[in-house]
């Protein structure tokens, strides 16, 4: 067995690798809308695919309890090179709305095996320091997502269909490290059977329950900014025309400076303990979603970009601390199984957000659109500020 303090780095760059298929298509956003003849509202639509993708994904690796009966990192491998292909697809020249929509569904749908069985692999490794460790992967994922942006700045001289073979090729190479040095972590109790009812069965816990409903709030923002990061940066520069911004360049930094807020989210739960610092991380995207208008109408466009590097940071600094306590409330033998569950329902939610922000940017060129996605942070605070019968894990 390799030694723990080369198991985590190894599943960090495989996490890192295969979630690059995450937002492949919106970093070509332009060139498929341009190809294909798509309408502006393509970038939801392609968003919400990959979601519903993975929604669907989840919904039935939780019911089969695949992560749980199969050695995780074989179905790591599998997903990794599926979601390759399906990710390939986008790039076929007789590509239509629809036939984009299915290559991004399958996609979403083999993410399901990548990013929380990620997560299972790391907790049957890192059953203390866990924070530590899932801030370490949700990070990689985060800079992963980011990666597509930054791809098309460095390949602008190439065709866009670059993009998409970068990251299918990624995910073959993250799969292949899975399977060959992660083998079995020594705190996996395999799941024999088949738990139809385990769905139902992890809620029953009301601390595994709030950290369930703090994730829910916090992935009601979470995915709808970061599809909404370009759009975002297109604006600023609509509304003040002396601005010109690198957008590959900046989407990809400011979505990936959420990667280094999951490590550090990580050391500070050590220290101030998990449930404050993830309570402190949603309280402020909260307010960044309150003030995002006022800083729309401002004419310093470093701080517009400041503002939104910050708002990177603390949108996503709080998720894998609410997978830590997800983790460590939920039944060993079901542990992989209730990750699943709740990403299943996080990633539903995402595409109510997603979908929501594309209607009613198509009806209104207000910029206060983007308070609408401190809901989630404000019905999430509400449920961690909640007396709880029994102590959280810190």
């Known amino acids: ?25 919106n970093g070509v956003m332009h060139d498929l809308i341009t190809n294909f003849g798509l309408a502006e509202s393509a970038l939801g639509h392609l968003t919400s695919a990959v979601q519903f993708g993975f929604i ?13 009966r199969f050695s995780p990192s074989k179905v790591f491998l599998c997903c990794a090179l599926l979601g390759a292909i399906f990710n390939l697809g986008t790039i076929w020249e007789g590509n239509s709305l629809g036939s984009i929509l299915t290559f991004r569904f399958f996609t979403g749908f083999f993410l399901a095996g990548i990013y929380p069985v990620g ?6 490794y890192f059953e ?26 460095m390949t602008t001289a190439f065709p866009w269909k670059y993009v998409l073979i970068g990251t299918s090729s990624l995910a073959v190479l993250g799969g292949v490290l899975m399977v060959s040095l992660v083998p ?19 809620f029953r816990n009301p601390n595994f329950r709030s950290a369930a409903f703090g994730y829910f709030g916090h992935m009601w923002e979470l995915y709808a900014f970061w599809a909404f990061v370009p759009v975002m940066l297109k604006t600023y520069s609509t509304i003040h025309p ?20 999951c490590v550090l989210g990580g050391y500070l739960a050590q220290a101030l303990g ?49 997978s830590t306590l997800v983790a460590q409330n939920a039944q060993p033998e079901i542990k992989g199984t209730a990750l699943t569950i709740v990403n299943c329902i996080g990633f539903a939610i995402t595409i109510v957000s997603i979908q929501l922000l594309t209607g009613i940017k198509e009806v209104t060129t207000s910029n206060s659109v983007y308070m609408l996605l401190a809901l989630g942070p404000i019905l999430g605070l509400m449920v961690l500020s909640k007396k709880k019968p029994t102590k959280w894990y810190l």
């Open 274 to 322: 998990t449930k404050r610092v993830a309570f402190l991380a949603l309280m402020l995207s909260c307010g960044c979603c309150l003030i995002s208008p006022l800083v729309f109408a401002q004419g310093e466009a470093i701080l517009f970009v400041a503002f939104l590097l910050l708002w990177g940071m603390v949108v996503i600094a709080d998720s894998p601390l609410f």
């Open 184 to 202: 079995d972590g020594p705190y996996r109790k395999p799941g024999q059977k088949i738990y139809l009812s385990a769905f139902l069965q992890v």
């Open 242 to 261: 002396e601005v010109a911004f690198n957008i590959p360049l900046l989407s990809f930094l400011i979505i990936a400076t959420g990667g280094l807020a």
């Open 56 to 68: 669907l994904g989840t919904l039935i690796f939780a019911v089969l309890s695949i992560a749980d």
């Open 119 to 124: 997560m299972k692999i790391a907790a049957d």
């Open 128 to 153: 203390k320091g866990l924070g530590k460790s899932l801030g370490y992967l949700v990070g990689a994922l985060v800079v992963g997502t980011a990666f597509p942006h930054l791809l098309k700045d």
């Open 1 to 25: 067995m390799k030694p723990y303090k080369t198991i985590l780095p190894i599943i960090v760059v495989s996490q890192f690798c295969c979630t690059s298929l995450w937002f492949a298509g």
